[in-house]
């Protein structure tokens, strides 16, 4: 019913930037919380940045000062701004989604994951 896409991947030298772009579809009545989390390799996942509906954001202390999460409600979208970024950022980052969806006027409240999109940070 729900899907997200996440993209935006890729290869960078310590120092350097990428966007990370997150699209939720399907059908979706409304989204709460949207959040980043990453997984490196041989470690757990963990939670990089989190958005509420109404723009409150929080961040795991490495990554604050480098990283920016924002949404854009209109578009169901989500965006990871990763600035300065560290070999220590080389994971795979996965867009987490809390969802009410519709369907013939039932509502149900669900978790979603996209797939993933490997950052990989390195000279």
């Known amino acids: 019913q729900v899907q997200l896409v996440e993209s935006g991947g890729g290869l960078v030298q310590p120092g350097g930037s990428l966007r990370l772009s997150c699209a939720a579809s399907?059908?979706?009545?409304?989204?709460?919380?949207m959040a980043w989390y990453r997984q490196a390799p041989e470690k757990q996942r963990e939670l990089v940045a989190a958005i509420t509906g109404g723009g409150s954001t929080n961040y795991e202390d490495s990554v604050k000062g480098r990283f920016t999460i924002s949404r854009d409600n209109a578009k169901n979208t989500v965006y990871l701004q990763m600035i300065s970024l560290k070999p220590e950022d080389t994971a795979v980052y996965y867009c987490y989604a809390r969802i009410t969806t519709v369907h013939a006027a039932t509502f149900n409240n669900g978790d979603y994951w996209g797939n993933g999109t490997l950052v990989t940070v390195s000279s």
């Open positions: 399907g059908r979706i009545f409304s989204i709460y919380r």
